[in-house]
């Protein structure tokens, strides 16, 4: 992760971000680096393949040759790690994409506009933030078909409320302030202060929301490929491994656990990672 | 108060008429001729262009959409396209199961949160307030699932205290039918535990720093009773709103922890409707979830209004 200039208030004191993740929260920084080698270089790392089976080297602990054990049919539980890591990061991308940009969009009008819009998407919100995710994703996946793409959107949906409400309140908190007013004086025009203005100085927040619905992602990818809706068989993808986990846990309780425990590490470093930027952008980076 | 009141059920209105017409939708733009599917081999082109006719399916959407309301108030959700029973009739066995596990985990969630939230803002400043808030942000980010699988390794498995899965109707065997719902509602409270700690904890602490906290400190009044009397109301007014909020982690989390261990409840209905594409099936088990979702959280802000003067006055 690169020290992107957030925007707050200039400080001489400030330092850069990345110092401070590392200093305030290193558990983050490494999970999350972790997680994110695991995705991008995951294929060329993996030692074994993710999809070849071996029925006689079923359901083995760790060893020297499966680090982390093998799954009921065979293959190496760790490279099929490292592609869960890359599907994982995929519905991340998705779910942020989607609340960021309609969610950001929607927030910024409401809140730099005012008036009825601003009544409609409170109120759009108010209505949609809570709603169960899970029947958004059983609708979706009824119309079209149980897929990573198709399940996410539904995920993504319930993100858009998130950024709303958060770009909506930074939108009003700017609105008069005196550089908004010295760009309208000098004529430009409402939406065009918005995107120039408005939206390069609420960055910040949108990264602290992006972390966690970023988890969220992770955590429902997990959920609905657990239940048959994700991602298909024989991809690997950490809630289909631990859907194939179930069926053993009396035979080999480790594959769940360390299954488990790696999409747990994702995670807890992802709502860690939220949390640290959040206190950075508190503290404005002293 | 009758503006405010008049405000959430319209909205809950327009939450209701959104999802029926997702979940209308979602039948109506469904693959394959319904008509085709009903005649099954007795099918003829005339026989479907007479049966067509006759479900309202040559109508444009929008009236399709007004019949079918009118069909769904007068309590007729069609027949599962896979078992042939009626719709109402499997929601209405699966209601029970799924109504006692959500029940049953909130009460549980409830119970250990508040005070656990209380306790913690009470003691904030004290030397294991850290590392539980630490413990916090890790609940979070542990699928319930997953917490789930692991009760079963430990309790079923390895110490074979509890069984791994199935539902007993409480009307045959009381006793079994406790025994049968132990984990399933553990691993559901753990999906709403640790939010619901973390919010508690916050508000408390803001109600702590109210002036009349203050007060009362001046008064003498003990730190117990300070809590119990003064923040414990004041935090327990917004924790209500805050639960309607997480109604739909319940619901989401009902549906993966009935999967778990084999409750014939709605979520595992609407799940195996979804994989075997039984479309009224679907239809049936979103109507019921989103209905029920709509009711409980008008019923929060209703309550919500008889509790807080503020907002009654409005």
Not at chain 1, 135 to 148: E, H, K, T, Y
Not at chain 2, 27 to 37: D, R
Request: glycine residues 10%; hydrophobic residues 55%; aromatic residues 8%.
């Amino acid at each position: 992760m690169t020290d992107t200039p957030l925007a707050t208030p200039s400080n001489p004191h400030r330092q850069h971000l990345f110092g401070f993740l590392l200093r305030r929260s290193p558990l983050a920084v490494v999970l999350v680096g972790v997680f994110m080698l695991a995705a991008i270089f995951g294929p060329w790392l993996a030692p074994h393949s993710m999809t070849d089976t071996n029925l006689s080297a079923a359901l083995q602990g760790p060893s020297a040759t499966y680090w982390l054990g093998t799954d009921p049919l065979g293959r190496d539980v760790l490279s099929r790690l490292l592609g869960s890591a890359q599907v994982a990061a995929q519905a991340f991308i998705i779910v942020v994409l989607i609340g960021g940009v309609f969610g950001t969009a929607l927030g910024l009008l409401a809140g730099g506009l005012g008036g009825w819009l601003d009544l409609v998407v409170s109120r759009l919100v108010e209505v949609l933030q809570g709603f169960p995710t899970i029947l958004v994703a059983i609708v979706i996946v009824a119309l079209f078909d149980p897929s990573l793409t198709n399940a996410m959107i539904a995920v993504g949906m319930a993100a858009v409320p998130d950024f709303a409400r958060v770009s909506r309140s930074v939108a009003i908190q700017l609105r008069d302030r005196e550089f908004i007013q010295a760009a309208r004086g000098l004529g430009a025009g409402e939406l065009r202060i918005l995107w120039s203005e408005v939206l390069p100085n609420m960055v910040g927040p949108l990264i602290v929301i992006a972390s966690f619905d970023g988890a969220q992602a992770v955590l429902w990818e997990a959920s609905l490929s657990f239940l048959g809706m994700g991602v298909q068989p024989p991809a690997p993808s950490f809630g289909s491994m631990l859907r194939e986990a179930q069926g053993y846990l009396a035979i080999q309780p480790l594959f769940a656990a360390i299954v488990g425990l790696a999409v747990s590490g994702v995670i807890l470093g992802l709502n860690l990672m939220g949390d640290a930027i959040n206190d950075y952008l508190d503290r404005g980076g002293k | 108060m009758i503006r405010y009141l008049l405000g959430r059920v319209f909205g809950g209105l327009i939450t209701l008429f959104c999802v029926t017409g997702l979940a209308f939708f979602a039948t109506a733009l469904a693959p394959g001729n319904p008509a085709a599917v009903l005649l099954g081999n007795m099918a003829t082109p005339e026989r479907i262009e007479a049966v067509t006719r006759q479900l309202g399916l040559d109508q444009p959407l929008p009236v399709r959409y007004g019949l079918w309301i009118r069909e769904t108030l007068a309590g007729n959700l069609g027949t599962s396209s896979v078992s042939f029973k009626p719709v109402l009739d499997l929601l209405a066995v699966a209601a029970f199961p799924t109504l006692q596990l959500a029940l049953a985990s909130l009460a549980v969630a409830v119970a250990v949160a508040i005070p656990l939230g209380l306790l913690l803002a009470q003691n904030r400043n004290s030397w294991w307030s850290r590392p539980m808030s630490s413990l916090i942000t890790i609940g979070i980010s542990v699928p319930g699932f997953w917490v789930g699988l692991m009760l079963i390794v430990l309790f079923s498995v390895t110490f074979r205290l509890l069984p791994s899965g199935g539902y007993v109707p409480p009307g045959r065997d009381l006793l079994g039918n406790i025994r049968s719902l132990v984990l399933p509602v553990t691993t559901l409270a753990v999906y709403l535990i640790p939010s619901l700690v973390r919010f508690v904890r916050v508000t408390a602490i803001s109600v702590l720093r109210e002036d009349y906290i203050d007060t009362a400190r001046a008064k003498g009044v003990a730190p117990a009773a300070i809590l119990l009397r003064h923040v414990a109301p004041n935090t327990l007014v917004t924790t209500i709103t805050y639960i309607g909020l997480q109604l739909g982690v319940l619901i989401s989390g009902a549906v993966v922890v009935e999967l778990i261990f084999s409750i014939p409840g709605l979520g595992r209905l609407g799940l195996n409707a979804v994989l075997n594409r039984d479309y009224p099936v679907v239809q049936g088990v979103v109507l019921l979830a989103a209905t029920g979702y709509v009711v409980v959280n008008l019923a929060i802000d209703l309550a919500y209004a008889l509790i807080d003067p503020r907002v009654r006055a409005r």
